[in-house]
């Protein structure tokens, strides 16, 4: 499972999984508190894409995740 080091490139990698199969699809958030990181893991069950934050920058970039799926599956958060 490659870790992808910035956000905009999972981001992208991300929209791209969803895309081709949403049924499919789903992703994972785990906060490891001893370290401060939040992984955060997208898949389809054949591709797998995971990225890695620090404490001080994930605090909105799950959330753009998020708000993407639930925009497309018409899910409000």
């Known amino acids: 499972m490659p870790f992808l080091s910035n956000w905009e490139d999972f981001e992208k990698a991300a929209e791209k999984i969803y895309l081709a199969d949403p049924i499919k699809s789903r992703y994972s958030m ?24 620090e404490k001080t920058r994930f605090a909105k970039s799950p959330r753009r995740m998020t708000n993407l799926i639930n925009s497309r599956t018409g899910f409000i958060v």
């Open 30 to 53: 785990k906060y490891i508190h001893h370290e401060g990181h939040l992984v955060v893991k997208v898949t389809d069950n054949v591709t797998v894409r995971r990225t890695n934050f």
